[in-house]
């Protein structure tokens, strides 16, 4: 038991019990505990295999390959259009720990096995960049060289926040903003 997790555990208000009787779960099945990203995360021979997210109406337990996982239960879900490989079993109340405890316990076991076995993660599907992006590229050799020089996820992390513009305009300014860093050859958030 990591003593990080404790203090998260202290200070959790909404999903105390709930990530209480999770934990045990996760510890239960031989997971080393850490605290990760601000949360409890679980690892199987230093390999991160689940972490406990906190969110406003669910506690959630995110699979980091999930997209691997058999779920014959149903309960992985997606945690987004943009989410390539996590998969989460979310929770609403201590009930549901208790009741889903075999499902996640098979869920882990499963994970583990992805880990050792080495299995890849099936490839993303291409980014169809929006279209005020893909005009600012084409007219700028150099701008679409420093893109194309990005890795994928800076390239995914532009075109999000940039196509996340309902008006063209707006989408045309942010990508104009962005043009220098991009060319810097820098991600958003550096």
Known sequence: MNPHVDGYITRETRWKDETIALRE???????????????????????NIAIIQ??????????????LLADPQGLLEEQGE????????????????????DAVKALIKAAIVVEEMGTPLPPRPKTVLCDELQDA?????????????????????????????KQSATRARRVEKYAPQILAGKGMRE
């Open 25 to 47: 779960v996760l510890l239960g099945e031989g997971l080393d505990e850490d605290y990760k990203w601000g949360k409890p995360c679980y690892a199987s021979g230093g390999t």
């Open 54 to 67: 906190s969110m406003s109406d669910f506690l959630s337990l995110m699979f980091f390959k999930g997209i």
């Open 82 to 101: 943009n989410t390539h490989a996590a998969r989460r079993v979310c929770f609403r109340s201590a009930e549901d720990v208790a009741a889903y405890s």
């Open 137 to 165: 590229l084409d007219a700028d050799p150099a701008l679409a060289r420093a893109f194309d020089e990005l890795t994928p996820g800076r390239q995914r992390e532009y075109n999000l926040y940039i196509s996340g513009a």
